[in-house]
T-cell receptor
């Protein structure tokens, strides 16, 4: 079945550091890939997505590229801010029928000033 | 409303009691999910409804858990004979599959505390 493996957390970085949160997946077919974010005290929300190989999703300075050859969708940001502190979830949705959206376990990110 | 609405926002119950959690999805969304999030933990998938298809119940942790979705809209998650390990935030999300992949909208959750 489909699965998502995320970088174990928690991750703590200093402000303006470079961020990478690794995500790899196992899926049949050609899934769509997502990053969701949960800020403290808020609900989960979509951060970015990519629907086919080599697509790059981007939002709020974050980027992730759909790499089919390595089955990866790593999240990156060049210079993190304190306001980026949150829990980040990688997810995939198979293109087969009624397959559900599958989430990774989440990575807690803390940015210190 | 404009978003996914869940009620109650908080529920405190005694061990052994039954509870019902309600989710009002965004109008027109065919997909509806229930997840559970324990303190500091990731998302645990519970159940997935998609249109008129049979629900994917593969994530329900025991037969004390059940969910229904009436008329393709409102959903109720029922937990019978609650246990302390059921304490968590129960999240509902809705979405519509289509081109560009499925985007889910999450409710604020129901914080369940079993004493």
């Amino acid at each position: 079945g489909n699965s998502v493996t995320q970088m174990e957390g928690p991750v703590t970085l200093s402000e303006e550091a470079f961020l990478t949160i690794n995500c790899t997946y196992t899926a049949t077919g050609y899934p769509s890939l997502f990053w969701y974010v949960q800020y403290p005290g808020e609900g989960l929300q979509l951060l970015l997505k990519a629907t086919k190989a080599d697509d790059k999703g981007s939002n709020k300075g974050f980027e992730a590229t759909y790499r089919k050859e390595t089955t990866s969708f790593h999240l990156e940001k060049g210079s993190v801010q304190v306001s980026d502190s949150a829990v980040y979830f990688c997810a995939l949705k198979s293109d087969f029928g009624n397959e559900k959206l599958t989430f990774g376990t989440g990575t807690r990110l803390t940015i210190i000033p | 409303g404009a978003g996914v609405s869940q009620s109650p926002s908080n529920k405190v119950t005694e061990k052994g009691k039954d509870v019902e959690l309600r989710c009002d999805p965004i109008s027109g969304h065919t997909a509806l999910y229930w997840y559970r999030q324990s303190l500091g933990q990731g998302l645990e998938f519970l159940i997935y409804f998609q249109g008129n298809s049979a629900p994917d119940k593969s994530g329900l942790p025991s037969d004390r858990f059940s969910a229904e979705r009436t008329g393709g809209s409102v959903s109720t998650l029922t937990i019978q004979r609650t246990q302390q390990e059921d304490s968590a935030v129960y999240l509902c999300a809705s979405g519509s599959p289509g081109t560009g992949g499925e985007k889910l909208f999450f409710g604020s959750g129901t914080q369940l505390s079993v004493l």
